[in-house]
């Protein structure tokens, strides 16, 4: 089983950027697609970027031109590259593996992935 760790999170002024961090332990990034979701309080965790194992992507609208997602094989590192940040970005974000290839749906559901980091907080003011 993989364990993921988030890193990166912090405090930034709107239109700044964040890069976020995701670690992967017990296997490989490769070996997983992945996914970067968020959670504003008291909201359901909404899907920001999915990467697949063939590098096939999915996000959001609200990512359009301003996020990109990436990984680092030798890091075993995935990461979320976060500019022009707005308020409406403040949230818990957090990093998800294990996706349900066989369930229906987009793969920007949070119920198609069971395996998750504890989240960093982003806090655009």
């Known amino acids: 089983d993989v364990q993921l760790v988030e890193s990166g999170g912090g405090s930034v002024q709107a239109g700044g950027s964040l890069k976020l961090s995701c670690t992967a332990s017990g296997d490989t990034v490769n070996t997983y697609s992945m996914a970067w979701f968020r959670q504003e309080p008291g909201a359901d965790r909404e899907g920001v970027y999915a990467?697949?194992?063939?590098?096939?992507?999915m996000y959001a609208p609200f990512v359009k031109g301003r996020f990109t997602i990436s990984k680092d094989v030798a890091k075993n590192t995935l990461y979320l590259q976060m500019n022009g940040l707005k308020r409406g970005d403040t949230a818990v974000y957090y990093c998800a593996a294990g996706f349900r290839y066989t369930a229906s749906g987009s793969a920007l559901d949070a119920r198609r992935w069971n395996i998750w980091g504890q989240g960093t907080q982003v806090t655009v003011s």
């Open positions: 990467l697949a194992t063939d590098d096939t992507l």
